[in-house]
């Protein structure tokens, strides 16, 4: 199910962002990524880290509707707190500066996501392991979402209706989310609450997605400070292609969070270690292929989803795509390994090493390089995040080895495989005088068709794995 959800912002996003780019252009796409960077801030302090720290406080007591219920009600206690205070101060900033009050009606439309977010208690489903009901309701509004970008996005002064339309597609389903708690939790209030064990790991959390934020949406921010709107709307395009890529990588970590957290809780060691090896495979059997194809068709890529008005986003999409990799690999090792083991601080020591880097970096390359810079930034920022993760879970040999986990990855067989697949596509299919569109389809369903064979004749044993499942059932057991 979250390979659906995860494919569903794959494909939703190829269909809508090449109409949308090329009606607002540069400048009306810049000026949505800024509102939405600069409403992150205030997001962020909205959740108070409660979306990943939720997520494990839910898995760890699931097998108890009241203690579940007691742990909701909290949660949403705090949330809804800070949620009013990021209200106050959200719209105190909008109406105070200038380059935000010209821009007032984006800036609120964009701002009602800190409302839906807290209604919405995704943390919760996420807990539970929900998976089916969170893919359905999310795959129904983005096709509400699809209908109306068509029907509504004509010109370049719609670009407050996209606006719109994006927290149509992205928060919407939340409203569903609150109808639906009654099936999980009771709503009657409990005699007493107790938010002093929460207050810890909030916190930690919280400052973790801080420096997150600042390391992912400090770029945009800066760019659209020192440079233009057109800046911002160029690295906006190359970091969508980048991030629905990277949605794909980390499907797999996102789902294996309250799984790994309730090992931890049961005290199951190998189960923990074995699931952490397995996704480790995953990350780098799945990233370095996807980071070969898209470095070779960058052009087409930026292409198809954004214009010929973009081709300032094509060097900068092919600095920032290891990122696949690099992201990928944090997702298991803080996330999956380090946040069930209750080391919530190391997380956060590593995600604010690469904040530090991404600033750094920032103000020293991007007044001189403007998207390349920030391209640069995010690259040393992410490269910053998984040295550090990588030091303290080498230090987690009690519950997994991670070491022997990239030990078992067989890197000559997948080289050998990504080698083999690129030839055809890239010096046949690419020099074809096709559509983008055209040209990316059948180049990557031949890159990843080849891949796959390859990797099955020189029997890579996490691929035989994986296609395990199939003989079995193509054989009647």
Same mark, same amino acid.
């Given at each position: 199910?979250?390979?659906?959800?995860?494919?569903?912002?794959?494909?939703?996003?190829?269909?809508?962002?090449?109409?949308?780019?090329?009606?607002?252009?540069?400048?009306?796409?810049?000026?949505?990524?800024?509102?939405?960077?600069?409403?992150?801030?205030?997001?962020?302090?909205?959740?108070?880290?409660?979306?990943?720290?939720?997520?494990?406080?839910?898995?760890?007591?699931?097998?108890?509707?009241?203690?579940?219920?007691?742990?909701?009600?909290?949660?949403?206690?705090?949330?809804?707190?800070?949620?009013?205070?990021?209200?106050?101060?959200?719209?105190?900033?909008?109406?105070?500066?200038?380059?935000?009050?010209? +821009?007032?009606?984006?800036?609120?439309?964009?701002?009602?996501?800190?409302?839906?977010?807290?209604?919405?208690?995704? #943390?919760?489903?996420?807990?539970? +392991?929900?998976?089916?009901?969170?893919?359905?309701?999310?795959?129904?509004?983005?096709?509400?979402?699809?209908?109306?970008?068509?029907?509504?996005?004509?010109?370049? %002064?719609?670009?407050?209706?996209?606006?719109?339309?994006?927290?149509? %597609?992205?928060?919407?389903?939340?409203?569903?989310?609150?109808?639906?708690?009654?099936?999980?939790?009771?709503?009657?209030?409990?005699? +007493?609450?107790?938010?002093?064990?929460?207050?810890?790991?909030?916190?930690?959390?919280?400052?973790?997605?801080?420096?997150?934020?600042?390391?992912?949406?400090?770029?945009?921010?800066?760019?659209?400070?020192?440079? /233009?709107?057109?800046?911002?709307?160029?690295?906006?395009?190359?970091?969508?292609?980048?991030?629905?890529?990277?949605?794909?990588?980390?499907?797999?970590?996102?789902?294996?969070?309250?799984?790994?957290?309730?090992?931890?809780?049961?005290?199951?060691?190998?189960?923990?270690?074995?699931?952490?090896?397995?996704?480790?495979?995953?990350?780098?059997?799945?990233?370095?292929?996807?980071?070969?194809?898209? /470095?070779?068709?960058?052009?087409?890529?930026?292409?198809?989803?954004?214009?010929?008005?973009?081709?300032?986003?094509?060097?900068?999409?092919?600095?920032?795509?290891?990122?696949?990799?690099?992201?990928?690999?944090?997702?298991?090792?803080?996330?999956?390994?380090?946040?069930?083991?209750?080391?919530?601080?190391?997380?956060?020591?590593?995600?604010?090493?690469?904040?530090?880097?991404?600033?750094?970096?920032?103000?020293?390359?991007?007044?001189?390089?403007?998207?390349?810079?920030?391209?640069?930034?995010?690259?040393? %920022?992410?490269? /910053?995040?998984? !040295?550090?993760?990588?030091?303290?879970?080498?230090?987690?040999?009690?519950?997994?080895?991670?070491?022997?986990?990239?030990?078992?990855?067989?890197?000559?067989?997948?080289?050998?495989?990504?080698? !083999?697949?690129? #030839?055809?596509?890239?010096?046949?299919?690419?020099?074809?005088?096709?559509?983008?569109? !055209?040209?990316? /389809?059948?180049?990557?369903?031949?890159?990843?068709?080849?891949?796959?064979?390859?990797?099955?004749?020189?029997?890579?044993?996490?691929?035989?794995?994986?296609?395990?499942?199939?003989?079995?059932?193509?054989?009647?057991?």
């Amino acid at each position: 199910m979250n390979a659906a959800l995860t494919m569903s912002s794959f494909v939703f996003p190829l269909i809508t962002f090449p109409y949308v780019s090329r009606i607002l252009l540069p400048e009306g796409m810049g000026k949505v990524a800024m509102a939405t960077a600069v409403v992150a801030y205030f997001a962020l302090l909205a959740r108070l880290g409660i979306p990943m720290y939720g997520i494990r406080a839910c898995a760890e007591v699931r097998d108890d509707k009241a203690q579940l219920s007691k742990v909701v009600h909290e949660l949403f206690l705090i949330n809804s707190g800070m949620t009013g205070i990021s209200y106050l101060l959200f719209f105190a900033t909008v109406f105070t500066v200038p380059a935000f009050r010209s +821009e007032y009606t984006l800036y609120l439309i964009i701002g009602s996501t800190l409302l839906f977010e807290m209604i919405g208690a995704e #943390w919760l489903y996420k807990g539970l +392991e929900e998976y089916s009901y969170i893919t359905y309701r999310s795959i129904f509004f983005k096709i509400v979402a699809l209908a109306a970008t068509f029907l509504f996005v004509h010109t370049r %002064a719609d670009y407050i209706k996209y606006g719109a339309i994006t927290i149509l %597609a992205a928060s919407a389903s939340n409203l569903l989310n609150l109808y639906n708690l009654r099936k999980y939790i009771t709503f009657k209030p409990f005699p +007493e609450y107790s938010f002093k064990p929460h207050i810890k790991p909030v916190l930690i959390f919280f400052a973790t997605t801080c420096a997150i934020v600042i390391y992912t949406q400090l770029n945009t921010v800066i760019l659209g400070l020192m440079k /233009t709107n057109v800046d911002v709307g160029l690295y906006d395009s190359a970091m969508k292609i980048k991030n629905i890529l990277v949605s794909v990588v980390t499907a797999l970590g996102a789902v294996l969070l309250p799984r790994a957290s309730y090992y931890v809780k049961q005290g199951l060691v190998q189960e923990f270690a074995k699931i952490s090896t397995k996704a480790v495979l995953f990350v780098i059997g799945l990233s370095l292929p996807l980071i070969v194809f898209f /470095t070779l068709f960058a052009d087409n890529g930026i292409h198809f989803l954004s214009g010929r008005y973009f081709d300032g986003a094509i060097f900068p999409m092919q600095i920032i795509l290891p990122t696949i990799l690099l992201i990928g690999l944090t997702n298991i090792l803080g996330i999956q390994i380090l946040v069930p083991l209750g080391k919530e601080k190391e997380v956060f020591y590593s995600v604010a090493a690469g904040a530090v880097v991404d600033l750094i970096a920032c103000l020293a390359l991007i007044p001189a390089f403007a998207v390349v810079g920030a391209a640069v930034s995010n690259l040393l %920022a992410e490269a /910053t995040v998984f !040295v550090v993760q990588y030091y303290y879970v080498s230090k987690c040999r009690d519950w997994v080895d991670i070491s022997k986990a990239f030990r078992q990855v067989q890197y000559g067989k997948i080289a050998l495989a990504v080698f !083999v697949a690129v #030839w055809l596509p890239y010096y046949f299919f690419k020099a074809l005088a096709w559509n983008d569109f !055209v040209i990316l /389809t059948v180049s990557g369903m031949t890159f990843f068709g080849i891949y796959g064979i390859v990797l099955y004749i020189a029997k890579e044993r996490f691929f035989m794995e994986l296609l395990e499942p199939v003989r079995k059932k193509l054989s009647g057991r």
